[in-house]
C-alpha cells in the first residue's frame, strides 16, 4: 500500500527553527509536495521537490532523499501566522497526489 | 481572479438525501479535483477530471458521482447520502504547472 508518515503535532517558540518530518513509500514517484493549511481553510502550496536535494523560498526550506523516501519542511524565523498545519504530499506513479495526514505546528511566544 | 469557488459553504442533510455540491473555476486549468478531509486523515482523492468531457475514480469513489461538461465546471453528487459522508470537500483544479490550487471547502453534514 501507499503510506504518508508525518508526526501529529509539533510545538516550537516565535522566532525559531523547526523541521516537520515526512516519510513515504508510494508506488512511484513524480514529486513531492509541502502544503500550509491554517484551521478552517483551504491548503495552500508551499513547495515542490523532484531532485534531490534542498529547495529554499524566503524563510521555508523543503528538503528531499528520494532514495530514503524522506523529506522534511524547515521553517526559519518562526512567527505566529505559521501556526498551522503542513501537509505532505506525494504525486504517485498515476500522477495522482497521495496525501499525509498534516502536522499540527503550534507556536508559542 | 476568484480562483476556484465552491458552493455552498456549509450543509446539513438528511441521510437519504441527494445532493450536488458546485465547483467553478476561472483559471481554465484542464484537471479538476474532489477530496475528503476527515479529522486525523489526510486528503482523500474522490474523483478526478484530467480534461473536460473525461473523469476518474479516486481512492474512495463509492457514493459519488461527478461529471465534467466544460473546464470550468466539476460538480460532486452524493445520491443518497450518509452519515459517514460526513465531511469537508475541498474541489482543487490544476494545469502544467505544478501544484494543485484549492477552493475554499465545503463542510457537509449527513444526519
Known amino acids: 500500500g501507499q503510506n504518508i508518515d508525518q508526526p501529529t503535532e509539533m510545538t516550537a517558540t516565535e522566532g525559531a527553527i523547526v523541521q516537520i518530518n515526512c516519510t513515504y513509500q508510494?508506488?512511484?514517484?513524480?514529486?513531492l509536495f509541502w502544503y500550509q493549511q491554517h484551521a478552517g481553510e483551504a491548503p495552500t502550496f508551499l513547495s515542490y521537490?523532484?531532485l534531490d536535494g534542498l529547495e529554499e523560498k524566503g524563510r521555508f526550506s523543503s528538503f528531499l532523499s528520494r532514495s530514503k523516501g524522506y523529506s522534511y519542511l524547515l521553517l526559519k524565523e518562526l512567527q505566529m501566522k505559521d501556526s498551522a498545519s503542513y501537509l505532505c504530499?506525494?504525486?504517485?506513479?498515476?500522477?495522482?497526489?497521495?496525501w499525509g495526514a498534516g502536522t499540527k505546528l503550534i507556536i508559542k511566544p | 481572479t476568484a480562483g476556484i469557488t465552491q458552493a455552498p459553504t456549509s450543509q446539513i442533510l438528511a441521510a437519504g438525501r441527494s445532493m450536488t455540491l458546485r465547483c467553478t473555476q476561472d483559471?481554465?486549468?484542464?484537471?479538476m479535483y474532489w477530496y475528503r478531509q476527515d479529522l486525523g486523515l489526510g486528503l482523500r482523492l474522490i474523483h478526478y477530471?484530467?480534461?473536460?468531457?473525461?473523469?476518474g475514480k479516486g481512492e474512495v469513489p463509492d457514493g459519488y458521482s461527478v461529471s465534467r461538461a466544460n473546464t470550468d465546471d466539476f460538480p460532486l453528487t452524493l445520491a443518497s447520502a450518509v452519515p459517514s459522508q460526513t465531511s469537508v470537500y475541498f474541489c482543487?483544479?490544476?494545469?502544467?504547472?505544478?501544484?494543485?490550487?484549492f477552493g475554499p471547502g465545503t463542510r457537509l453534514t449527513v444526519l
Open positions: 504530499a506525494v504525486k504517485d506513479s498515476n500522477y495522482q497526489l497521495i
Open positions: 521537490n523532484v
Open positions: 483559471m481554465r486549468h484542464n484537471a
Open positions: 477530471s484530467n480534461t473536460a468531457g473525461t473523469t
Open positions: 508510494t508506488s512511484g514517484f513524480n514529486g
Open positions: 482543487a483544479s490544476s494545469s502544467q504547472e505544478v501544484e494543485q490550487f
